[in-house]
């Protein structure tokens, strides 16, 4: 008989500490959320997903964005680093690659999950709940939540829009051919990419602010936005 009772406490137990830990699965910055909080978010429009995501805190912070193009999504992860010797901060990208939002659910080849909608502290916020995230503290098997933001400094420099939006030829008409050669390389520039040392390009972005040469090769992190870019620029500068 008192094994019988044991058991079934046990049993309780069990129950009670698998309910309590589906609670903790979900966090947000540097805090636990239940996830009776959430809601699916599905707006009329598929476009609303796209913006500026915010996940993490402190130098775990890094932003999603997700922009709709023509041929496409682009999304791209941005968070920082320190520098090897510990003395600067550095600008990391990843770009996504076979990026989709179907009823309401992220995909990539990389990460997945759910857009919802959640009542955080007394505000109704929207957001993207991580199902695999990349914030290095966020425990394994735990999602996390970013919270839609909408902050315009994402991509930094004279020329932004050549990162964020596909452009026209005629709206490049205007520029000038030096003008469009500082546009077309600040696209590498944001990704911290090294000109020739003493050249016309590492003149001026080493004068810029956010620059910061720590790559050979950026190829990789180019979004289909840049790439399309790129190549207007380059038929103007021609």
Known sequence: MLLTYQMKYL???IVFSISITGVCQTVIADEELNDALLEKWIPKLTIEYGGIYEFGFSEAESELIIIYTPNGLVAQIKSGRWSEDGKGWNTVFRTLTNVQIIEGEFKSDQYSGDFVRLNFNGDLRKGLKMRNPWTSWVKEGQNEVGLKGNHSDYFEGKYPQGSNRILSKDELTSLTKNELTIMRNEIFARYGYQFK??????????????????????????????????????????
């Open 197 to 238: 040392k003493g050249g016309m390009m590492d003149t001026y972005f080493v004068r810029q602010s956010w620059y910061q040469a720590q790559l050979s090769d950026v190829n990789s992190l180019l979004t289909k936005i840049e790439l399309t870019n790129i190549e207007t620029i380059l038929q103007l500068e021609k």
């Open 11 to 13: 049993a309780i137990l």
